[in-house]
């Protein structure tokens, strides 16, 4: 079995978007009308957006909450 | 030193953050504005130090604290809908926005991204833009669902912090006040356009009813002509007043398993973005989607006490809106004791031990049974199978033949 530390990086699922209704949560399912190709294609584009960052600011901003 | 790389490397794309969970994390982007669930892998090539969280070689599948939470600020409101769920009242005790840092720092330091503002009327509550305020300064984005009322131009452009809002319309013309119960199609359409004037980001919320079900062609059309950002189409529930005439207003099972094939060949033709609300999910799953795609676009069903979390009016909270409240203070149940309390945890962990037929279901995993206030109102119990999913009513179908 493969060690954690050798787990592939892989994007597991997207959420896209906001739900203001404040009594459920919204399903896109606009995003059967795409398919499995377009899980490809957004695994592909999230997985390059988060990988090239741009190089780091000069100074530590706010915004991650890790 | 690694950790502040990451906190800069994160905020660097525009303005990300990052929650650690067993399996990986969630990294919440603004633009797109998106949640990404990632694996360890990836956090680790972003530079995440280790996390206790990912000491199992086996990780979990449940959130360890909400991701989205539903905060209804008062049930005040003049609206008087017809299928109001949370019995809205002109006069109701509403949520002290004094309170509101207190507030938002607990759910700061849970690692809630999103938070929906409810009501009654949350727009017109004198507190809302202190409490939307609040959250931004620590990152969550505050939206909200509004009927359109206070929707004055001056007001909507003091909605800046909002990333979204949207209003509700059931229906357009003089199908809207057979819906509601009152013709307020114009007011709500005037606050659409004011809000888009002042640069919102404007959705619409639409319950959905046996007798509105036929004017959704329409609805969609005014949605496309107005360019709203997305249309989200509700499963009326039994609750508030709402409860009443349920079981007339209710969709029919014909019109029900109509709905996935009419909305999305109604959002292919119109370019349109549509929503269902997750307690429509079991009308979806039964057109079998590909489940690849159900997984990796989360077109999930209940996720109450997992990734989403409700706060009411008095400050109680529940596994989603319609549940009710768990034992305990809200702060320490979402700061310390989201994955232990066990009301929560028998609400996600529904599908580990779901009675027939959802035990062999194959979307259970994706479903987890279905909408809880659609079971408790037509079983008495929460966590029975939702009576209107297709699948449990051939299942009760035929147990009734064989019991003849």
């Not at chain 2, 009327?121 to 620590?138: D, T, Y």
Request: aromatic share 6%; proline share 9%; glycine share 8%.
């Amino acid at each position: 079995m493969k060690s954690p530390a050798a787990e592939r990086p892989r994007v597991l699922s997207v959420r896209f978007g906001f739900n203001p209704n404040s009594s459920s949560l919204g399903i896109d399912i606009s995003f059967l009308l795409v398919g499995l190709g377009g899980v490809s294609v957004i695994t592909a584009a999230l997985s390059a957006w988060l990988s090239a960052a741009p190089p780091p600011p000069p100074s530590p901003g706010g915004g991650a909450a890790s | 030193m690694k950790f502040a790389g990451l906190r800069r490397r994160l905020s660097a794309i525009s303005g990300a953050r990052v929650r650690t969970e067993s399996w990986g994390g969630i990294v919440h982007l603004r633009r797109p504005a998106a949640l990404v669930y990632v694996n360890r892998g990836l956090l680790r090539a972003l530079g995440h130090p280790e996390d206790p969280l990912w000491a199992s070689p086996t990780p979990g599948t449940a959130h360890r604290a909400p991701v989205e939470l539903h905060w209804t600020l008062s049930r005040r409101c003049d609206q008087k809908c017809a299928h109001c769920y949370t019995n809205s009242l002109p006069q109701a005790p509403a949520f002290d926005p004094a309170d509101a840092e207190r507030v938002a720092d607990a759910l700061s330091a849970a690692g809630v991204f999103q938070v929906a503002l409810g009501g009654g009327e949350p727009l017109a509550e004198p507190g809302i833009l202190i409490v939307a305020r609040a959250l931004r300064a620590r990152g969550i984005l505050p939206s909200t669902t509004t009927s359109g009322a206070p929707v004055t131009p001056d007001l909507a452009r003091r909605l800046g912090d909002f990333a979204q809002i949207n209003v509700s319309i059931d229906a357009v013309g003089p199908a809207y006040a057979a819906a509601r119960g009152h013709d307020r199609f114009a007011m709500a359409d005037a606050a659409v356009r004011r809000l888009q004037a002042a640069g919102v980001r404007v959705g619409i919320n639409a319950v959905l009813t046996r007798h509105t079900f036929d004017a959704l062609p329409a609805l969609l059309d005014y949605a496309r002509e107005r360019r709203v950002s997305e249309v989200e189409l509700l499963r009326l529930k039994p609750t508030g007043r709402g409860r009443a005439t349920y079981l007339e207003d209710r969709l029919e099972p014909a019109q029900a398993a109509a709905l996935l094939p009419t909305v999305l060949e109604a959002a292919r033709r119109r370019r349109l973005r549509v929503k269902l609300d997750c307690s429509l999910a079991p009308f979806v799953y039964q057109h079998a989607p590909d489940p690849r795609v159900l997984k990796f676009f989360r077109i999930h069903g209940c996720e109450a006490g997992d990734s989403l979390g409700s706060l009411d009016a008095e400050g109680r909270l529940s596994g989603c809106s319609f549940l009710e409240p768990v034992a305990g203070d809200a702060v320490s149940v979402l700061t310390r004791t989201w994955s232990t309390d066990p009301e929560l945890a028998r609400l996600r962990g529904y599908r580990d031990a779901a009675p027939d037929p959802c035990r062999t279901c194959p979307a259970l995993a994706l479903c987890n049974g279905g909408c809880r206030a659609v079971s408790v109102h037509l079983t008495g119990d929460p966590h029975r199978p939702d009576p209107e999913c297709p699948r449990v009513r051939t299942h009760a179908e035929g147990s009734a033949r064989d019991d003849r």
